[in-house]
């Protein structure tokens, strides 16, 4: 279970990314007051209602001291929300952590690493989070393998979450809100 708040109305402009350009999905940006009504300047698990339609998801840093939502068309239809709507949420602790996608480089090399993978399943979900954001955030190919392999290391020494790594991206070149297109 997520962080305890008190449920936060706000309401935010629907968006598309600037790239890719033929992304499906959009994108809505907090007010700073609800992000500064947040627990972490991370990720943050929440239960978010767009007017009926209710999910799970994780709001993501803007690199800015605030966060940002990614609604993958499927929720936008259910919502019956598009790009450019004012759109009203709803947001309150998740009740059940969401599992983050595993990506395929890191499932290959854990498949590889025994002790790394049982560790891999031993930890919480925020910190799988955490090691999937930092390798996201690698810009080359180079850096992301070379975090493949610390990440797989850190963990089969017994390491449960990664340390000096910025997860508001504030002070560094870590997590961003994503550009939106010219509407």
């Known amino acids: ?19 890719p350009a033929n992304a499906t999905w959009g994108f809505l940006r907090l007010p700073p007051g609800a992000s500064a009504a947040l627990p972490s300047r991370g990720m943050v698990a929440v ?12 709001l993501e840093p803007d690199g800015e001291g605030g966060h940002w ?6 929720v936008q239809g259910a919502a019956g929300i598009a790009p450019g709507d004012r759109v009203s949420l ?20 854990l498949a590889q690493a025994p002790g790394a993978n049982a560790q891999w399943q031993a930890i919480t979900i ?7 954001q930092w390798l996201e955030t690698a810009r080359q190919a180079e850096t992301r393998a070379r975090r493949i392999r610390t990440a797989c290391d850190m963990l089969a ?20 809100a994503p550009a939106a297109a010219d509407d």
């Open 1 to 19: 279970m997520a962080k305890a708040f008190d449920p936060i109305r706000c309401r935010a402009t629907l968006r598309r990314p600037a790239s």
């Open 47 to 58: 239960d978010v209602a767009i007017g009926a339609h209710a999910f799970t998801a994780v």
């Open 69 to 74: 939502l990614k609604l993958p068309r499927a």
């Open 90 to 109: 709803l947001l309150s602790p998740a009740q059940r952590e969401p599992e983050p996608a595993l990506p395929a480089d890191l499932r290959a090399a």
């Open 126 to 132: 925020a910190a799988r989070r955490d090691f999937i």
């Open 157 to 176: 020494r017994g390491k449960r979450r990664i340390c000096c790594f910025d997860r508001s991206g504030l002070h560094g070149k870590g997590p961003r």
